[in-house]
């Protein structure tokens, strides 16, 4: 079920300004009643037309009258005389320092991953895609997650849920799509997937994966850790970190013992 938030956040990562739903959406916040109101009508202003005054009318009124002296003040020039003492200087006034410009910090650039979801059994799998492209039947990577699914005794041909998710959501636009923004779109895209079809736990394969579906980072790769709106989530590393470093292997396998019987009480 989405909240109020991550709902306004998927509405704006496509670009929807006004939407009405067609039923009561629960934990929605009210309508505004202003919203629905008719637009009034402009009205347009009355304007006073005055009309324009002769030429020879503004002429007369730019001369002056014949014989008026126009009377101007000469500046006092004060010449000293001897024994008497100059005034001294008005004190010029001291300049306030200025306040210091504090600078604005500079935006926060989009991060850039691409996510592909999966479904094998009763979990669900959000998985990095390393190179930004769907996985291939003979690709290594993917090989390796299918072992990995084998030995978690699940099935071993996922089934692809949706296309990949990848971000930033809209190329050349300039709404906010910063960490928060893609972390509020990915944990509602993973939690309509979940009121799809219930899971009893999600793999979250991959750093950003982790990051953005969990809020965590590197720190807790093996762990199982508790998300609301998607429940039990275990966070792994990349495909393509473990098979660059095959000893991360044997602690994925040593906390999957731990964790089989969480999916495998529930065949």
């Known amino acids: 079920m989405l909240t109020e938030p991550r709902r306004r ?19 929605a916040a009210p309508s505004r009643p202003e919203l629905l109101l008719p637009v009034p009508p402009v009205q347009t202003p009355d304007f006073e037309v005055q009309p324009a005054r002769p030429a020879a009318a503004t002429q007369a009124e730019a001369v002056p009258v014949a014989g008026q002296v126009r009377q101007i003040e000469r500046p006092k020039i004060e010449i000293p005389r001897p024994g008497s003492t100059p005034k001294p200087a008005a004190p010029v006034a001291e300049r306030e320092p200025e306040a210091p410009k504090v600078a604005r910090p500079a935006p926060v650039p989009p991060p850039r991953f691409a996510l592909q979801l999966l479904r094998a059994g009763k979990c669900l799998l959000l998985v990095e895609l390393a190179t930004g492209q769907p996985f291939q039947s003979r690709d290594p990577s993917y090989l390796l997650l299918k072992d990995m699914l084998r030995a978690a005794g699940l099935p071993d041909a996922p089934q692809i849920v949706g296309e990949p998710v990848r971000w930033p959501l809209l190329l050349r636009s300039t709404m906010d799509q910063g960490p928060e923004s893609a972390r509020d ?14 899971s009893h736990c999600v793999w979250l394969v991959g750093l950003p994966a982790v990051r953005f579906a969990a809020a965590a980072d590197e720190q807790a790769y093996y762990q199982m850790l508790t998300v609301e709106g998607l429940g039990e989530v ?25 964790l089989m019987a969480r999916w495998k009480s529930v065949e």
């Open 9 to 27: 956040a998927y509405l704006s990562a496509m670009q929807v300004v006004h939407w009405l739903p067609r039923a009561e959406l629960p934990f």
């Open 185 to 198: 779109f990915v944990q509602g895209f993973v939690q309509a997937r979940l009121e799809e079809v219930p």
């Open 234 to 258: 275990w966070a792994l590393p990349g495909l393509e970190l473990l098979m660059d470093e095959p000893p991360r292997k044997a602690l994925v396998w040593k906390a999957m013992r731990q």
